[in-house]
C-alpha cells in the first residue's frame, strides 16, 4: 500500500486552476515538488480510496517522485544511509585555508572582527599545510582536491596564494589526482591580468561582496583608511565579468527600511552595465553582529527576526529571471562532513570558516593532526534526535547550524531547532520556485519533476 512520505508536506493549498482548486506540495528529502488536486491530497491523508482511484496519473507521478512510499518502507534508515553516504564521502577533499587574518576593508560587521590582525600563515605553516593536504589525500585515497582560498583577504597574501596552488597543482598532476580552487574575495585587487594567471592554474570559482549601490556599499564596505570600495570592485568585475561568471553576495541590514531598496538598485545598475548576466547566482542576506547570541540566531534561521527583506530580494530575483542561491534544501551543515574542514593562518583546523580563530572551537592543527573535538563534531546524530528524527524538514536541516549551536551553549552537539526558519522562509521560496506565489498557477497541472534531485546519493526504492 502506498502512503505519504513521511517527508511530504502541503506548502499552499488553493490554488485556482481550469481543474478545480489545486495545492503545491513538496518532499524535502527527494526535494521533489508538484502541483496535485487538493481532493487528492486530502484523500490520501484520509485513506479514502473512491477518490484516490479517479487520480492513476497523478499517484504514479507522485510514488515515481518519492512523495508516495509503500507502507512498509524505512525512510529514516533510507536518510540515514544517504547521510552516511553524504557525510563520509571519499570522492572529494573539500578544504578552506585562510591565508591570513589581515583585510584591507574595515566592514563594520565582520564576523572575524574580535580575530582580525596581523596574522599571516608563516613559510613553515605554510609548508606543514601542504604536508598534511598531501598526507590526507594519499591515507583516504581521495581522487579530488578542492580547495577555497579566504581570509581576511586573500589577494592581499599573493606570494602565499600561488606558493599553495602551485605545491598542490604539482602534487596532484604527479600522483595523477583532480585540482581545482576557489576564491572568496572582496574584489579589490582581482585585477584582469591576475584572474588569467589564475584560471590558468584551476581557478573554478569567484564569490565577491557587494552591499547594495555605490552609497550603501561604501558606508558598509570601506578600506581601512576610509575610502569607498565600490567603483574599484566594479571597474575589475567589468574587466572579468566578459572572461567568466561569479556568484555575488551581498549584506543588508534587516532593521533599515532602505537597505532592500538599496539592493534593487544595485540590481539596476549591474543591468544597466551589463554585468548581470555573468553573475551565476546572486545571496543576499542579513548583516549579522558578530560574536553575539544574535549572531547563532541569524546563523541558525537566516534571521531569527523579520525575514520579509529576505523574501523580498527573493521575489526581485525571481521577477528579473536571475539565479538566487538560495536553497531549500541545505543538507547537513558543512561542519558534519568529515574532513570537510577549514585551516586557519596559525595551522589551526576549525569545523567551517565561521569557527576560525576561536580556539575552543579547534578540532586539530596541521603539525599535530585532530584533537578530541573532531570526534565531539562529528558524533552529533539528528535522525535519531526525539524532536529532529521526526521532523518534516530533518532532510533539509540535520539539526542547523553547529557553529551557531557552539556559540550559544558551548557545545557542538547540543540541540537547537532551525524550525522557525523553514515555517517562516520555505513555503514562499517553494511558491516562487513554482510560480503559485500569489495565487498564479503554471498552464501545467502538473509541474515537471527537478531534472537533478539533490537526493540522488542513494536510489530511493517503495
Known amino acids: 500500500m502506498q502512503v505519504l512520505s513521511r517527508y511530504t508536506y502541503e506548502v499552499q493549498r488553493g490554488i485556482a486552476s481550469a ?11 527527494a526535494d521533489s515538488l508538484m502541483q496535485i488536486p487538493t481532493e487528492l491530497f486530502d484523500a490520501l491523508k484520509a485513506g479514502d480510496e473512491t477518490i484516490l482511484k479517479n487520480y492513476p496519473k497523478e499517484l504514479r507521478i507522485m510514488k515515481e517522485e518519492s512523495f508516495l512510499v509503500n507502507h512498509l518502507f524505512d525512510e529514516k534508515d533510507e536518510l540515514r544511509k544517504w547521510y552516511d553516504a553524504h557525510t563520509k564521502q571519499t570522492q572529494t577533499l573539500p578544504l578552506t585555508i585562510l591565508l591570513s587574518y589581515r583585510c584591507n576593508f574595515a566592514c563594520p560587521y565582520c564576523f572575524e572582527a574580535e580575530y582580525l590582525g596581523n596574522v599571516r600563515m608563516k613559510p613553515e605553516t605554510q609548508q606543514e599545510v601542504v604536508a598534511w593536504t598531501r598526507e590526507m589525500m594519499l591515507s583516504k585515497d581521495f581522487p579530488e582536491l578542492d580547495v577555497t582560498f579566504f581570509g581576511g583577504e586573500p589577494l592581499i597574501e599573493q606570494e602565499t596564494l600561488f606558493y599553495l596552488i602551485h605545491e598542490f597543482r604539482n602534487f596532484c598532476m604527479a600522483n595523477n589526482r583532480r585540482f581545482e580552487f576557489g576564491l572568496i574575495t572582496n574584489g579589490f585587487h582581482l585585477k584582469k591580468e591576475l ?24 558606508k558598509q564596505r570601506p578600506l581601512r583608511g576610509g ?111 568529515e574532513h570537510a574542514i577549514s585551516i586557519d593562518p596559525l595551522g589551526d583546523i576549525y569545523p567551517c570558516g565561521a569557527f576560525a580563530g576561536d580556539k575552543r572551537a579547534s578540532i586539530g592543527n596541521v603539525h599535530t593532526g585532530y584533537n578530541e573535538n573532531y570526534d565531539k563534531v562529528m558524533s552529533y546524530n539528528a535522525i535519531d534526535h526525539p524532536t529532529c528524527g521526526d521532523c518534516k524538514n530533518l532532510a533539509g536541516c540535520f539539526g542547523g547550524c553547529r557553529w551557531a549551536v557552539f556559540k550559544q551553549k558551548g557545545d557542538y552537539s547540543a540541540f537547537q531547532c532551525s524550525g522557525e526558519f523553514f515555517e517562516k522562509t520555505v513555503p514562499t521560496l517553494l511558491q516562487l520556485e513554482a510560480g503559485t506565489h500569489g495565487g498564479g498557477v503554471k498552464p501545467s497541472e502538473l509541474l515537471e519533476p527537478k531534472e537533478e534531485p539533490q537526493k540522488s546519493p542513494i536510489k530511493r526504492t517503495a
Open 195 to 218: 584572474y588569467a594567471e589564475l584560471k590558468e592554474l584551476g581557478l573554478k570559482r569567484i564569490k565577491i561582496t557587494l552591499d547594495g549601490d555605490k552609497e550603501r556599499h561604501d
Open 227 to 337: 575610502r569607498g570600495s565600490f567603483e574599484v570592485i566594479l571597474k575589475n568585475l567589468k574587466e572579468i565579468g566578459v572572461l567568466t561568471s561569479f556568484t555575488l553576495g551581498g549584506n543588508y541590514d534587516q532593521n533599515d527600511p532602505e537597505a532592500v531598496e538599496s539592493i534593487f538598485k544595485l540590481l539596476d545598475y549591474l543591468r544597466d552595465e551589463g554585468l548581470d548576466n555573468s553573475v551565476r547566482k546572486f545571496g543576499f542576506k542579513p548583516i549579522m553582529n558578530a560574536g553575539t547570541k544574535e549572531t547563532a540566531d541569524a546563523i541558525a534561521y537566516l534571521g531569527e527576526g523579520d525575514m520579509s527583506g529576505y523574501l523580498r530580494i527573493e521575489k526581485e530575483l525571481q521577477q528579473r529571471n536571475l539565479r538566487s542561491q538560495r536553497r531549500v534544501v541545505a543538507g547537513p551543515c558543512e561542519a558534519l562532513i
Open 19 to 29: 481543474a478545480g482548486d489545486m495545492s503545491l506540495i513538496y518532499n524535502s528529502f
